[in-house]
């Protein structure tokens, strides 16, 4: 007779539901061999949560409550001056923690953007009036987006009364007008714009600055 063989039976193993808590700042522990260098990054991360909220936990082990996932967001919660952070507690190893935190870093580096997709949602929002310098790039990303970044191509009736105005700069310049803009919005607040994009409201700030010296130095000319 032949021999019945037994199946095996493959059970998923339950986990718990994962479970946001918020905590005290001052009880999480940053991984001290963290090595990741993300000072930089702390300023945007802080425009983030000042517009739109603080949306992603911080992942923490929940033997030591060492920072696993999320070094950054911790750094710029404590910039805003908050005193808990919402926490997902893991019941990680050392090891294992090491290990996600490299996956969970260098994950984010393995894709990339679908330009020609990503300018035209950033054109859809831009004439949906959102602030664009509210995205996380820079000045140079966006000119790198210039040739399908472009305003020209939304219907008239999209666009008024804003406009999009690109331009090809040296570096040097660069350099040079991105100290000018800093200048011109920390003379402060730009109160009586219509427009909320705050480099374009700098950039009217120079040129109105410039303009004015422009007709001073004129009228003593004609004296």
Sequence with gaps: MAKKTAKKRTTARKKAPLEVEYVPIAQLKPFKGNPRKNADAVPEIVRSIEHYGYTNPILVRRENNEVIAGHTRLLALKET?????????????????????????????NTEWDVPKLATLLEQLSADGIDLDKMGFTDEEFA??????????????????????????????????????????????????????????????????????????SKKKSV
């Design 81 to 109: 001056g908050a005193d808990t952070a919402p926490v997902i507690f893991l019941d990680m190893t050392a090891k294992q923690a090491r290990a996600y935190g490299i996956f969970d870093n260098k994950s984010t580096e």
């Design 144 to 217: 790198a987006m210039n040739q399908t970044f472009d305003v020209g191509d939304l219907s008239p009736g999209n666009r008024s009364p804003f406009r999009q105005m690109t331009f090809t700069l040296h570096d040097d310049q660069v350099v040079i007008i991105k100290n000018a803009i800093e200048k011109a919005k920390a003379k402060g607040e730009f109160k009586d714009s219509p427009n909320e994009n705050s480099n374009g409201n700098a950039l009217t700030r120079i040129a109105e600055a410039y303009c004015a010296g422009r007709t001073k130095k």
